[in-house]
């Protein structure tokens, strides 16, 4: 999960930017002919800090090795995609000569937040759907074999799953009421559950929510960022995060979308949110990304068993 301010409104000012000192220097060491005059640090993803210069030109440090090694791969996949959609996605043009970091053009675009999103006419709200749906059925729909998709790693999810499961007992039993951990466990087990049934295996963006989706006004047109959890599984984790828009755009999406017809998807989507709220009071006390306000809040959004309108 990357965040890119700069995605949002130029000269704006969020939570986790400070001044990028140090990636300033590595940046005019492997580049000696760029200049700038301005430049923003971000430090609230999980997977790089990024650096925006001039809200113009975009640069990514991983923070973790496992995303330095899939940088090659990450800029061979997003290359392929971008003759399977409309949809703006980032295209690298900068490598430092050792190859710790890579810089991109800024995708246009204003974050896509709920507000947006709810903000926009009818005409417009289509548009966005129509695209969103498109760029979800191309990369679920998209040949694996013989392309760079081929060599993305499998759902991180068993894994992720097993350090929820630890993180569970190490720090929510002392914060969390009877009933509220019954109901953690009752979603960890339903993702148990998931991961030994037989479902579909396509490409995942792995992260579609707000602050990974842009929309450009002016142009119409959809742009989408940060692929760092790309991986190969069940589709319907693409849409699980949609349900910060509300249940009626999740439908929306899904009933533009182009795959496969599985029954099953929007239930399963429901459940991988679930966990999702499970995962970030997690997060809180983990890492500390998450406020235990916000984690909170979304565990009491999805805590329910049955989806909003299922």
Same mark, same amino acid.
């Given at each position: 999960?990357?965040?890119?301010?700069?995605?949002?409104?130029?000269?704006?000012?969020?939570?986790?930017?400070?001044?990028?000192?140090?990636? &300033?220097?590595? =940046?005019?060491?492997?580049?000696?002919? &760029?200049?700038?005059?301005?430049?923003?640090?971000?430090?609230?993803?999980?997977?790089?800090?990024?650096? =925006?210069?001039?809200?113009?030109?975009?640069?990514?440090?991983?923070?973790?090795?496992?995303?330095? !090694?899939?940088?090659?791969?990450?800029?061979? /996949?997003?290359?392929?995609?971008?003759?399977?959609?409309?949809?703006?996605?980032?295209?690298?043009?900068?490598? %430092?000569?050792?190859?710790?970091?890579?810089?991109?053009?800024?995708?246009?675009?204003?974050?896509?937040?709920?507000?947006?999103? %709810?903000? &926009?006419?009818?005409?417009?709200? !289509?548009?966005?759907?129509?695209?969103?749906? %498109?760029?979800?059925?191309? &990369?679920?729909?998209? +040949?694996?074999?013989?392309?760079?998709?081929?060599?993305? +790693?499998? #759902?991180?999810?068993?894994?992720?799953? $097993?350090?929820?499961?630890?993180?569970?007992? /190490?720090?929510? $039993?002392?914060?969390?009421?009877?009933?509220?951990? !019954?109901? /953690?466990?009752? =979603?960890?087990?339903?993702?148990?559950?998931?991961?030994?049934?037989?479902? +579909? $295996?396509?490409?995942?963006?792995?992260?579609?929510? #707000?602050?990974?989706?842009?929309?450009?006004?002016? %142009?119409?047109?959809?742009?989408? =960022?940060?692929? #760092?959890?790309?991986?190969?599984?069940?589709?319907?984790?693409?849409?699980?995060?949609?349900?910060?828009?509300?249940?009626?755009?999740?439908?929306?999406?899904?009933?533009?979308?182009?795959?496969?017809?599985? +029954?099953?998807?929007?239930? $399963? *989507?429901?459940?991988?949110?679930?966990?999702?709220?499970?995962?970030?009071?997690?997060?809180?006390?983990?890492?500390?990304?998450?406020?235990?306000?916000? *984690?909170?809040?979304?565990?009491?959004?999805?805590?329910?068993?049955?989806?909003?309108?299922?």
């Amino acid at each position: 999960m990357d965040t890119e301010p700069g995605n949002t409104e130029p000269g704006s000012t969020e939570a986790g930017n400070t001044e990028p000192v140090d990636e &300033l220097r590595r =940046i005019a060491a492997a580049f000696p002919d &760029l200049r700038w005059s301005s430049a923003r640090r971000v430090t609230e993803g999980w997977d790089h800090v990024v650096v =925006i210069l001039d809200d113009a030109l975009v640069f990514r440090f991983p923070l973790e090795p496992h995303y330095a !090694a899939l940088r090659e791969l990450e800029t061979e /996949v997003l290359e392929h995609l971008s003759g399977l959609t409309a949809a703006r996605l980032p295209r690298r043009t900068h490598v %430092a000569p050792d190859g710790s970091f890579v810089g991109y053009p800024l995708v246009p675009g204003r974050t896509l937040t709920p507000e947006v999103l %709810a903000g &926009l006419g009818p005409g417009e709200t !289509a548009e966005v759907l129509d695209q969103l749906a %498109a760029f979800l059925s191309a &990369l679920h729909t998209a +040949p694996l074999a013989g392309t760079p998709l081929e060599r993305v +790693p499998p #759902s991180y999810l068993p894994e992720d799953q $097993r350090e929820v499961r630890r993180a569970v007992g /190490v720090h929510l $039993r002392g914060v969390l009421e009877p009933q509220e951990l !019954a109901e /953690v466990e009752e =979603i960890l087990a339903d993702v148990d559950r998931l991961l030994e049934a037989d479902l +579909p $295996r396509v490409f995942l963006h792995g992260d579609v929510y #707000s602050r990974h989706l842009l929309w450009d006004a002016g %142009a119409r047109r959809l742009g989408v =960022i940060d692929f #760092s959890d790309m991986c190969l599984g069940d589709p319907a984790v693409d849409f699980a995060e949609l349900h910060e828009y509300g249940d009626d755009v999740v439908c929306a999406v899904h009933g533009r979308w182009t795959g496969p017809r599985d +029954p099953g998807l929007l239930e $399963r *989507a429901w459940t991988y949110q679930r966990w999702a709220g499970v995962y970030l009071m997690t997060d809180h006390f983990e890492v500390g990304k998450t406020s235990w306000a916000q *984690a909170r809040a979304t565990f009491d959004r999805v805590r329910r068993g049955r989806r909003p309108g299922g």
